[in-house]
């Protein structure tokens, strides 16, 4: 018998604990409905090897390429197309060639970059792998830092650089870079331009002289 009482005992303990429980929780969210804060829930940015395919199936901006990894691509354009400029929401990627990716990752990742995550892909026929990753300390092939390049286009277009947006001009034009994206070899067979040979085999000499003068540096 007293064994019974003993398990009723425990059983409404139980069941006074979890209803407690239970208001309380209520409690919490009518104490957030009146303080007027709404509970925010953000979805985590996953982001690997398989976060990137062929440039040319993202969305085409002007002469560079944009996507959202939470499926919020409407929010992306916006951003993108906004004349003023504006901060690209959570999720967004941006690729101007095959092997430089910005992805906007959670609010409060990256503060100094504006959660921004900087990556140096190898693409070929079978997919992308990521060479370098990361937020202020990532390099390209050039040795060149990525965001050190990007900060001065932070406000207000979120460290886009596009052509003016008042970052250190790069030397590669955009018939280079459309001839980059029309054979990125994860797409398939490239879909030439006219001129798009002669504007790699320009970009060819010049990374070579590129990888060179950094060979010379290094050397001598
Ligand atoms: C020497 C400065 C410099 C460095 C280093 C650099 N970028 Fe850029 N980046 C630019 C400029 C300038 C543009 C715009 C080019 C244009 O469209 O005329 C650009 C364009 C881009 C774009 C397309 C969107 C935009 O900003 O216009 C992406 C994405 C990008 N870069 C990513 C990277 C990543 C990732 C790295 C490092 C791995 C990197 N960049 C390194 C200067 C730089």
């Not at 990627?93 to 892909?121: C, H, I, N, Y």
């Not at 060149?144 to 390049?149: D, E, H, I, V």
């Not at 029309?182 to 798009?196: F, K, M, N």
Request: hydrophobic share 35%; charged share 20%; with cysteine.
């Amino acid at each position: 018998m007293s064994k019974y009482l003993n398990h009723m005992t425990t059983v409404m303990l139980f069941t006074i604990a979890s209803l407690t429980a239970h208001a309380n929780t209520a409690d919490e969210e009518q104490q957030a409905a009146a303080n007027n804060t709404p509970v925010i829930e953000t979805l985590a940015v996953n982001v690997d090897e398989n976060s990137f395919s062929c440039i040319r199936e993202m969305s085409p901006v002007r002469h560079f390429y944009v996507d959202n990894l939470l499926g919020d691509i409407e929010s992306t354009l916006a951003a993108a197309n906004n004349p003023k400029g504006a901060k690209y929401p959570t999720g967004s990627v941006v690729q101007l060639v095959p092997t430089e990716v910005m992805v906007k990752r959670e609010p409060g990742t990256s503060p100094a970059t504006g959660d921004w995550e900087f990556f140096e892909l190898q693409v070929d026929e079978k997919g992308s792998t990521i060479a370098k990753r990361g937020f202020v300390d990532v390099n390209n092939r050039f040795d060149g830092n990525c965001f050190t390049c990007h900060a001065p286009a932070r406000e207000p277009w979120d460290f886009i650089c596009e052509s003016d947006h008042g970052c250190e001009s790069i030397p590669i034009d955009h018939s280079m870079t459309g001839a980059l994206q029309r054979s990125d070899p994860r797409c398939g067979e490239a879909v030439p331009q006219s001129g798009d040979w002669m504007a790699l085999f320009k970009l060819k000499a010049m990374v070579t002289v590129g990888t060179t003068m950094k060979w010379v540096k290094e050397t001598f």
